[in-house]
Structures are given as C-alpha cells and as structure tokens.
C-alpha cells in the first residue's frame, strides 16, 4: 500500500490528508497531533474513525489544514481521515458511515445582507 490522499471539508476549513502503513504518528501542518490541537476533545474527535475501525496504531497521517477555526479544521482532518481508511478498506464503510463520519456538514455561515445589522438581525426601528 502506498500513500493514499484525499480531502475533508467543513465549514471553510480544507485538510488535505495523506495515510501511509505506520506505527500510528498523526503529523498535522509539521507538527506533532497534541501540539496542534491542546484539547482532549479536538484529539478525540480527529483520532475517532481509527477508534471506530480499531486500527489505532495501524497508519502514519500526515494533514495539511487551512482555513477556518480549530474545530472546523479538527472535523475536516476526521473527514479527510474517514475516506481514506473506506478506500483501503471497504468493510470500514459499514463501522463509520452509522456515526456519520463519511457524510460532508453542509453547514455555513450565512451572509449579512444589506440594510441590516447581521444575516438575520435588523436594526432597531424606532417610533417616536
């Protein structure tokens, strides 16, 4: 097996992941996972598809990220991470895709429109 590569989205994060056969490093902008992402939640929730496919210490990743918040960029690398172990395996499509790790979080921030304060909030209107 060599290098597999693909993409995860959220929000307007991209991480582009790329999984090799490995000892289970997670290498993420050149730099160490715990390093990047100080949250235990945030580690979680990159480290969750190999939990679910018990393969922990199975596969080297190496992400590049851009864009958007820690958490956005924390779900795209999942993403990203999740698509590559169903291309080496196709039996870990049915352990990932009933928690909803394969499916893309259509979810943006929606625009501010013209004449208002936010996307939604209008200024107030006062009657005097």
């Given at each position: 097996?060599?290098?597999?590569?693909?993409?995860g989205?959220?929000?307007?994060a991209?991480?582009?992941?790329?999984?090799?056969?490995?000892?289970?490093?997670?290498?993420?902008?050149?730099?160490?996972?715990?390093?990047?992402f100080p949250?235990?939640?945030?580690?979680?929730?990159?480290?969750?598809?190999?939990?679910?496919t018990?393969?922990?210490?199975?596969?080297?990743v190496?992400?590049?990220?851009?864009?958007?918040?820690?958490?956005?960029?924390?779900?795209?690398?999942?993403?990203?991470?999740?698509?590559?172990?169903?291309?080496?395996?196709?039996?870990?499509?049915?352990?990932?895709k009933?928690?909803?790790?394969?499916?893309r979080?259509?979810?943006?921030?929606?625009?501010?429109?013209f004449?208002?304060?936010?996307?939604?909030?209008?200024?107030?209107?006062?009657?005097?």
């Amino acid at each position: 097996m060599d290098v597999i590569h693909k993409i995860g989205r959220r929000k307007t994060a991209v991480a582009r992941v790329y999984i090799s056969k490995g000892k289970g490093a997670i290498t993420i902008n050149k730099r160490d996972l715990t390093e990047y992402f100080p949250t235990a939640t945030l580690q979680y929730k990159v480290k969750q598809p190999f939990a679910l496919t018990n393969n922990e210490d199975a596969y080297d990743v190496k992400v590049n990220v851009y864009g958007g918040g820690i958490t956005g960029q924390a779900e795209a690398i999942r993403l990203g991470i999740s698509r590559a172990l169903c291309e080496v395996d196709a039996e870990h499509r049915l352990a990932l895709k009933p928690e909803g790790l394969l499916t893309r979080d259509p979810r943006m921030v929606e625009r501010k429109k013209f004449g208002q304060k936010k996307a939604r909030k209008k200024f107030q209107f006062s009657k005097r």
